[in-house]
């Protein structure tokens, strides 16, 4: 006789998000045993008789993947609303930046938190994002840029993924911004990145992946491709801020790469798109930075898909140019601004995200074996997620099977 089911979730309406229309399943069951999903189908091939330990009636309910956020920044100390201020009248991001602000500024803030005010900061913005149907998130370092510092706040995040019913992957973002003490000395913070910072948080298992900021406000191609050299050397793949606010060409450095993704990608061009999709490099949407920056150049959607390159859709979380833990109003934000269809953002939240994370083998769909990590949403049709501006009809959040309840 078969194991008893830990859990069966009965009379759902399945987006498996396997195939790219987002198609709805007619009323199906999801059985879910040991975290994984044991089995699946419509609800007229459920055996009446099978051992069950728990279940729960979905009453019609859309069951989507557990969504994933695969760029956030959001292990960081305080906010930068003056800057905010500032910027409505008149200065630019980069401006600000050049002025010794930006993301120095929350640097400072971060350096002087102790771990246990950074977790417990942090540990709020993850708990809203968990809200709104996250069940797996990407938390990158990058406001520490010391050796000391950008470990502390990769040892943060692993943490958070201890304490809180989410997955996380962590990566290090050390070449984000050059720190005051290197500055106008980037090649030597770089050579400190990847004799010490790499190394480092590679031994200790703290880093998923390695990013870099690839813009003239940060570091240049070359000053890139030593931290992705570094990262090649100590085993791990890589993403990079490309493109953002010029065309540097980064995206095609990261595709030479082999890079998860390329984010941001406002001005890549076709060179670009191309290298990426030989390299089979996720394109990551971060349209909450583009809207808050009120950034008018639109990443170049139609060339993505015209060139097979999957798009992803994050939050971008971080102080500066994205304070937002929404990401259900990214997918909307993604539509509108960027006009991608409902269904692309839907994918751009489940598989492709995982594909940003190199997690698609266990995660991004619903499929026999993969982690049971599953939202279940108040919701008729797919697009519904993507078309209200801010709600969140979320139902019931499972993290490897387990239900937990919304915050
Ligand atoms: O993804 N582009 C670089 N990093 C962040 C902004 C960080 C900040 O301003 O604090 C981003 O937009
Ligand atoms: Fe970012």
């Given at each position: 006789m078969n194991p008893p089911i830990d859990l069966l979730?009965?009379?759902v309406r399945i987006v498996t998000c396997t195939d790219d229309v987002c198609a709805i399943t007619p009323p199906a069951f999801v059985a879910i045993f040991g975290g994984l999903i044991a089995g699946l189908g419509p609800m007229t091939q459920l055996d009446p008789d099978a051992a069950v330990v728990k279940e729960l009636d979905g009453e019609g309910a859309l069951l989507t993947p557990g969504f994933i956020d695969c760029h956030t920044h959001l292990v960081h100390a305080g906010h930068r609303a003056r800057e905010f201020e500032m910027r409505?009248?008149?200065a630019s991001y980069e401006e600000i930046a050049r002025a010794g602000g930006g993301i120095v500024s929350t640097v400072r803030q971060t350096r002087e938190a102790v771990p246990s005010d950074l977790m417990a900061q942090s540990a709020r913005r993850l708990a809203e994002l968990m809200a709104h149907g996250v069940t797996t998130v990407e938390i990158k370092s990058g406001y520490g840029l010391s050796l000391k510092d950008e470990l502390k706040c990769l040892k943060v995040a692993r943490d958070l993924g201890q304490r809180l019913p989410v997955n996380v992957r962590t990566t290090l973002l050390a070449a984000h911004a050059v720190p005051p003490e290197f500055a106008g000395r980037a090649d030597e913070y770089i050579s400190h990145v990847t004799q010490h910072i790499v190394p480092e948080a590679a031994r200790l298992h703290l880093a998923d992946a390695v990013d870099?900021?690839?813009?003239?406000?940060?570091?240049?191609?070359?000053q890139t491709r030593?931290?992705?050299q570094a990262a090649r050397q100590h085993g791990l793949p890589v993403k990079l801020h490309a493109d953002q606010l010029s065309n540097m060409g980064g995206a095609a450095l990261a595709a030479e790469f082999g890079a998860l993704s390329a984010?941001?990608?406002?001005?890549?061009?076709?060179?670009?798109v191309?290298?990426?999709?030989?390299?089979?490099?996720?394109a990551v949407m971060l349209p909450g930075a583009y809207y808050f920056l009120r950034d008018t150049h639109v990443p170049p959607i139609e060339l993505f898909r015209r060139h097979g390159v999957p798009m992803a859709v994050a939050t971008d979380c971080n102080p500066g140019s994205s304070?937002?833990?929404?990401?259900?109003?990214?997918?909307?934000?993604a539509c509108t601004l960027f006009r991608m269809t409902p269904a692309e953002a839907l994918l751009g939240v489940t598989r492709h995200a995982a594909s940003a994370l190199g997690v698609l083998d266990s995660h991004g769909t619903i499929e026999l074996a993969k982690a049971a990590d599953l939202c279940l949403w108040d919701v008729d049709h797919p697009a519904e997620l993507a078309y209200a501006i801010g709600a969140s009809p979320l139902r019931a959040r499972f993290h490897n099977g387990r239900q937990h309840p919304l915050q």
């Amino acid at each position: 006789m078969n194991p008893p089911i830990d859990l069966l979730l009965r009379n759902v309406r399945i987006v498996t998000c396997t195939d790219d229309v987002c198609a709805i399943t007619p009323p199906a069951f999801v059985a879910i045993f040991g975290g994984l999903i044991a089995g699946l189908g419509p609800m007229t091939q459920l055996d009446p008789d099978a051992a069950v330990v728990k279940e729960l009636d979905g009453e019609g309910a859309l069951l989507t993947p557990g969504f994933i956020d695969c760029h956030t920044h959001l292990v960081h100390a305080g906010h930068r609303a003056r800057e905010f201020e500032m910027r409505l009248h008149g200065a630019s991001y980069e401006e600000i930046a050049r002025a010794g602000g930006g993301i120095v500024s929350t640097v400072r803030q971060t350096r002087e938190a102790v771990p246990s005010d950074l977790m417990a900061q942090s540990a709020r913005r993850l708990a809203e994002l968990m809200a709104h149907g996250v069940t797996t998130v990407e938390i990158k370092s990058g406001y520490g840029l010391s050796l000391k510092d950008e470990l502390k706040c990769l040892k943060v995040a692993r943490d958070l993924g201890q304490r809180l019913p989410v997955n996380v992957r962590t990566t290090l973002l050390a070449a984000h911004a050059v720190p005051p003490e290197f500055a106008g000395r980037a090649d030597e913070y770089i050579s400190h990145v990847t004799q010490h910072i790499v190394p480092e948080a590679a031994r200790l298992h703290l880093a998923d992946a390695v990013d870099a900021f690839c813009e003239t406000i940060a570091f240049d191609l070359l000053q890139t491709r030593r931290v992705f050299q570094a990262a090649r050397q100590h085993g791990l793949p890589v993403k990079l801020h490309a493109d953002q606010l010029s065309n540097m060409g980064g995206a095609a450095l990261a595709a030479e790469f082999g890079a998860l993704s390329a984010d941001h990608l406002e001005h890549v061009d076709e060179a670009g798109v191309m290298a990426m999709a030989n390299a089979g490099t996720v394109a990551v949407m971060l349209p909450g930075a583009y809207y808050f920056l009120r950034d008018t150049h639109v990443p170049p959607i139609e060339l993505f898909r015209r060139h097979g390159v999957p798009m992803a859709v994050a939050t971008d979380c971080n102080p500066g140019s994205s304070p937002t833990t929404h990401l259900p109003l990214m997918m909307n934000m993604a539509c509108t601004l960027f006009r991608m269809t409902p269904a692309e953002a839907l994918l751009g939240v489940t598989r492709h995200a995982a594909s940003a994370l190199g997690v698609l083998d266990s995660h991004g769909t619903i499929e026999l074996a993969k982690a049971a990590d599953l939202c279940l949403w108040d919701v008729d049709h797919p697009a519904e997620l993507a078309y209200a501006i801010g709600a969140s009809p979320l139902r019931a959040r499972f993290h490897n099977g387990r239900q937990h309840p919304l915050q």
